[in-house]
């Protein structure tokens, strides 16, 4: 029995509806209603919610945070890659599986395993608090959380990159004379670049809505280590939803816009190898 | 005595329980140029990796121009490697490329750039030194790495498959390329390749290898005239292998024969293995046979161009393939279904105690 050409336009528009219908009602949506929240009493006292010094502080500390977390996983994170694409060593599919870990464990969870190991209670914490640097509650604990928190991001996304490019080239410049940390930083890094942008992209995005870690590590403490997604937290808790609403639709839009240039960046004209 | 260029001793490899360097032992000559040749898995491309340092021997000694290799890294072994897939630096241009033994080992800029002119040069891409590689076809590229591997002076050549990523046409012309060069600078060099004309035409001698084993090392005449095993008598080009008997400095097989050289087998008594390339054996017309000849019954006849290819079965019942030059008489006679009288022009032995030999009524 064969289906009409009518059957199948059907079904095919029906699937299409039901993806579209489903994608705004999940995803749209609930954007849209950000909003409105947001520019409900005027453009005006919208841009003063943003202007508020409590807001711009958390801001900027959320910038900040994601690219120190950026940077540092994008140099942890793609020698790792290389670690593990590249070398035969005991221990290896150990490793690989619990990079993956930060993914599968509750965010709060991480930032309580932090706590516990560099807290003022901890043996690292401890340690280091006699010493006078505190980890906990202040930047250094924040970027902790996010670099574990965003840790896989770049590993992935430069080791997916990292397997399509045969080992010659590493071992060409081998031969002509290139010692071990030129053949990585002549051959390797510029063969991976487009992996590493990827992974800076994601990483830095992930790392702006970053909350289950922060709210344990930081004390969420107002101006001073209280990032974005915390201040929202906060904000909608003293029923200041307005004030929540201004800076969520802010940080949604530049996670938005860093996926849309993620797009651009991972086009197929910039993947060709040589 | 000047020492040779390359000299590997007991050479010996395993990934896990697979042995793919056998305890091998190779000596090439100052200036020459060795194709290794094998099939895929054979060990060859490992033999290659070995001796550039890239992968570690499980035992025995690899020797460049006398010196030991043993905890020599392969920056510090003086060869020059060219990979099957050019193994370039992308989005750089030429003259990058070139120059990049010389940048990384430190040689002052002036020198660097003259010396990769002159590369650049001796492979012909002086017109396209300055653009990007993206832009060559891979005839060029496979050229530009060359020219790369060379830039550093090595004194050992390796090249793994340079040809085998190229369509026919550019092969062939870059096979000449290549040959030209290497004369040139007069550098020893190992060529390993899966291409037994490849072999033929670039090596000086080729080594054919087997399951981490050589077969023979020998020049190509005498590898493709008095091939030392089976093997290889069947892995360069075609053969016809038939059950043999020894008589009087003949071998025979059935009634077809051929006389025996002096390659070291009495040429009395004993079974062998009789080997006859297919343009050794010739057609006459029907008629008596005289000594050494036989009769054979045509099953088939193909035209391949130059050459004309008839399979048959001679009244022994050996099957026995020939190929006949387009000139010769009997080439525009000969159909399926006819029988012919079959000579052997030449011919090699190789021993086999165990073999069927000739038939009991023809001794």
């Given at each position: 029995m064969r289906r009409s050409p009518d059957t199948d336009a059907l079904v095919r528009g029906a699937t299409f509806a039901a993806a579209l219908g489903l994608f705004f009602l999940l995803i749209l949506l609930p954007l849209v209603s950000l909003n409105q929240y947001a520019v409900r009493e005027g453009i005006g006292v919208f841009w003063d919610r943003l202007k508020n010094p409590d807001a711009v502080a958390a801001l900027r500390l959320t910038a900040l945070v994601a690219l120190a977390a950026t940077a540092v996983n994008a140099v942890i994170g793609t020698t790792m890659a290389f670690l593990l694409t590249r070398y035969r060593f005991p221990g290896r599919k150990v490793i690989n599986a619990l990079v993956d870990i930060p993914l599968a464990i509750p965010t709060v969870v991480t930032g309580f395993a932090l706590l516990l190991m560099?807290?003022?209670?901890g043996p690292v914490g401890r340690f280091l608090g006699e010493r006078n640097?505190?980890?906990?509650?202040s930047f250094p604990g924040l970027l902790l959380g996010h670099v574990f928190v965003t840790f896989p991001f770049m590993v992935r996304a430069v080791g997916a990159v990292l397997e399509s490019v045969p080992r010659s080239g590493e071992d060409a410049a081998r031969t002509l004379g290139a010692k071990e940390w030129q053949v990585f930083a002549f051959v390797t890094i510029p063969a991976v670049k487009e992996g590493i942008i990827a992974g800076a992209f994601l990483t830095f995005s992930r790392s702006l809505g970053e909350f289950g870690a922060s709210i344990m590590v930081s004390g969420n403490l107002v101006g001073r280590t209280q990032t974005g997604p915390l201040y929202i937290f906060s904000r909608f808790n003293t029923g200041d939803v307005e004030g929540a609403a201004a800076i969520a639709i802010l940080l949604a839009l530049a996670s938005f816009l860093i996926l849309l240039l993620l797009q651009f960046v991972q086009s197929p004209a910039g993947r060709s190898a040589a | 005595m000047t020492l040779p260029g390359l000299s590997i001793e007991n050479l010996r490899k395993a990934f896990g329980e697979k042995?793919?360097?056998?305890?091998i032992s190779l000596s090439v000559e100052t200036g020459e140029l060795l194709a290794i040749l094998?099939?895929?898995?054979?060990?060859k491309s490992t033999l290659l990796r070995v001796v550039a340092g890239l992968l570690r021997a499980d035992r025995g000694t690899v020797k460049i121009a006398g010196r030991d290799m043993e905890g020599v890294p392969p920056r510090d072994r003086g060869i020059g490697f060219v990979f099957q897939d050019y193994a370039l630096l992308p989005k750089t241009t030429v003259r990058d490329n070139v120059g990049f033994g010389l940048r990384v080992r430190g040689v002052p800029s002036v020198d660097r750039d003259r010396k990769t002119s002159e590369m650049i040069e001796l492979v012909g891409l002086a017109e396209e030194a300055d653009r990007s590689v993206e832009t060559l076809s891979g005839g060029q590229r496979q050229r530009v790495a060359l020219a790369r591997a060379l830039a550093v002076s090595p004194s050992l050549l390796l090249l793994d498959e340079p040809l085998s990523a190229l369509d026919i046409k550019v092969r062939e012309r870059l096979r000449r390329e290549i040959a030209a060069v290497q004369k040139k600078v007069g550098i020893t060099t190992l060529i390993v390749t899966h291409d037994q004309e490849e072999a033929m035409e670039l090596g000086d001698r080729i080594a054919v290898m087997n399951e981490g084993r050589f077969e023979q090392v020998a020049s190509p005449r005498d590898v493709y005239q008095d091939p030392a095993t089976e093997f290889v008598a069947k892995f360069i080009g075609e053969v016809n292998i038939l059950p043999g008997q020894l008589y009087r400095g003949s071998a025979y097989a059935g009634n077809l024969a051929i006389r025996m050289g002096?390659?070291?087998?009495?040429?009395?008594?004993g079974t062998v293995k009789v080997l006859l390339r297919p343009e050794d054996v010739t057609l006459l017309p029907p008629g008596i046979v005289e000594a050494g000849q036989t009769h054979a019954n045509v099953k088939s006849v193909s035209w391949l161009g130059a050459y004309l290819r008839a399979e048959m079965t001679t009244e022994e019942g050996y099957p026995l393939t020939a190929l006949l030059q387009r000139s010769h008489p009997m080439a525009d006679r000969v159909s399926a279904g006819d029988t012919v009288r079959v000579t052997a022009l030449r011919g090699t032995v190789l021993p086999d105690p165990l073999g069927a030999g000739a038939p009991e009524y023809f001794l």
């Open positions: 560099y807290g003022p209670l640097i505190q980890v906990m509650f | 042995e793919v360097l056998a305890g094998g099939p895929s898995g054979c060990g002096g390659n070291g087998i009495p040429s009395h008594g």
